[in-house]
């Protein structure tokens, strides 16, 4: 049991919610285990509870009683978060959202959808797939919609079609206390008030539950343009994505692998096509005829910058296959070293600097010693760092650690974020300060006043002072 | 003196303030009658003071020194906002923005550009005018970016390149109480911590001052075409946006007038092409083959709708003649009724229902007995009416408010929004409960947190509660 609860609360709080829940209410040390860390670095907060509400309203119910008794609650979803988020690192609930997973309502004339926040990314394409349209945002992992709107995910089309800010229309909250508030509305705009929707997508549940959401669709493309174009050096590569991004080239995904993680990818994915240099990996979608077009203008400025092949991916299949290979980097990258784990970072830099911010991560690794891939959704400024290391080894997390933090803080220093989409959580709330100045008081003021017992997922995303003098 | 100032409180504030600013504290009549509307409805307010700061140094100063002594503060731009955002209903100080004029960066190489808030929209283009690249957002209205932030604002280039929502990358915002934040980065992207930024977005100056700004820019395009396209009925105009927009062709402007409002334009604006019929006016951007490409799709579905002629804008002179009457529609309707004002709707409604929404809007203008032509932005599901009333006539206004009323009550049913893009100021707060419900306490809670003494702009955006026990 935390030191910050008493056990008196913490057992009429489980009378009250195993009445509201029955049997989805799980104090099970397996239940409690699997609910209390994310994917990423190993860094567990064990809940009390596991709760498994099916309804916004159940969810309501259970934060009333959670308030009422000064329980924490965290707002878990698949799980496949990679800085901590879901870790109950002052125990409470972990609130499970998986089982409100329902499909609501699917608008092909205003092409848009509601569903429920357990809902997965994969799970709602599935659903669309006879509907002409799909969800595009494509993190990798299949997360749910819920947490990715928590997390304001986005992921490799979102040069194409924007991150959760841009798609997400409205939520459905949770307040901590137990009020239902929806926010936004079905129009594609409106100017009547504070930007609740946007306040909630990236607060990583420390404001409340979403639990429903209110989302974008895209129709799928007439025409599909996708390729993997290759470079002698790494600045060429990314000097084309810079370029292509300046000359207003619309690729919907533009992603960089570097030479080591192209050869990670090779091996991992039997590329065979493919050789270990550095690599973009390049796709348009459109009418068939613009889409050919802006292909062509893409792989003439490649072929100026020194590009030394260009393969399109002529099937479903072969897009599949690169995407998936796209996707299995962080794999890839573990199997480079077996016992290894990957440590990931996400620095997002305007475009101008990214081509000389990436050149000097990179010679930062080589004097590292240290294996560390670099992939990247070079289209919007944004790429991670694959850090392998040896989770025994205590010198090597130490440099892999530090190299990490060189990353964050080099994005900052030319006028960057230390996270493009995976967010805080745990992990980079040491530079919020820096990144955000007075702007973290801000956030304070918020946070006091929409949850101003801090029960929701405590401990995350916003640091506290070193002295709160007066609570 | 508003009844809420004591003197005393009024003289001090005063006594500061000209220490700080010298002559650029302002009490004459005439400058402050300038400050105590904007346009659209007469609602004045009169300040007691009008300043003119020329830094975010001054305004912090500024705002710290009537914060002190409990003096409202009201941004002013242009004065161009439509539902009175800028009357100063409690008095106190106007603060005019205009002299914070200055472009301070512009960056090809990131597609973006630092600005003061009082540079207008056609100021930075004038800029930007050899540079390849532009402001897309076009209100009509030479308005100041600070106070088309400050409003969400959007207009004709909405659909294709977003609205203030998305095309402000951060802000330089001033406190009530006088200190200064740094929003965003200049990362395209970012996932730490609260979107402060799109939480001053829209805020009509209720929460701080927004005195600098970061924003995306655009290259020109390549390629243009622009057509006006004209229709028996305008149940198939709209009907042709709506599957346009279904269809996902990327018309960057697609904008609708009603039979009345294309006559009001063909006298006002000498479009002696056009027929007094439904008609949009649609633009393409992108490669040259590409908007070829996609006007053609555009004109085809015209074609299937039954539109009557397509006619392309050739040259430049020829765009800038159609988009400059597009612009003058509110004096256009004005000129219909020589000595009437104009007051204009701005509802916003799911794609899906835009038909079915504007005929019953304009069949209910037809049954009122009023002139009140339509015009919108389509793309988007946001149109206005035009009502045309006589000030002098208390009926008519009667008539015009109560038709106004049903406009934004039936956006709402709808499932759209009161304002898709003029903001709430003073005339929409009686919308505001019906459209956000529990998230107006939501609203309540974040201005009580950000301006706890209620100096900014008070009056506006946030209804009153009935009663407020407790303070």
Known sequence: MPDTLTQTATDRASAELSQLLG????????????????????DAGMPDFVAYPQTTDEVAALAAICSAHGIPMVPYGAGSSLEGQVAAVRGGVSVDLTRMNRVLDVSPGSLDCHV??????????RHLRDSGLFFPLDPGADATLGGM??????????????????????LTVVTPDGRIIRTGTRARKSATGYDLTRLYVGSEGTLGFITELRLRLAGQPEGVVCAVCQFPTLEAAVGTATLARQMDLRAVRLELLDEVQA???????????????????????GTPQ???????LFRELAEDNGSVSWDEAETLEERMTLWTARHSCYEACIALKPG????GTDACVPIEHLAEVILETQADVKSSGLIAPIVGHVGDGNFHLGIVFDPEDADERARADALADRVSRRALRFGGTCSGEHGVGLHKMRYLAEEHGEGLEIMRAIKAALD???????????????ETPGG
Not at 116 to 125: H, P
Not at 149 to 160: F, K, L, Q
Not at 263 to 285: G, N, W
């Open 149 to 170: 709107a928590a997390t304001r995910a986005s992921g490799t089309n979102a040069v194409g079609y924007g991150t959760m800010r841009e798609v997400v229309l409205g």
């Open 290 to 296: 613009a889409v050919r077009e802006q292909a062509g």
């Open 23 to 42: 049997d989805r209410l799980v104090t099970s040390r397996g239940d409690r285990t699997h609910h209390s860390h994310g994917e990423g670095l190993p």
């Open 263 to 285: 050869d990670a990818c090779i091996r991992y994915s039997k590329l065979e096509k493919m050789q270990p240099l550095p690599t973009l990996f390049v796709e348009f979608h």
């Open 116 to 125: 429920e926040a357990g809902v997965t990314r994969m799970q709602l394409n």
């Open 452 to 466: 101003p017992l801090g029960l929701m997922n405590p401990g995350k995303l916003i640091p506290e002072r070193a």
């Open 340 to 343: 290894s784990r990957n440590m």
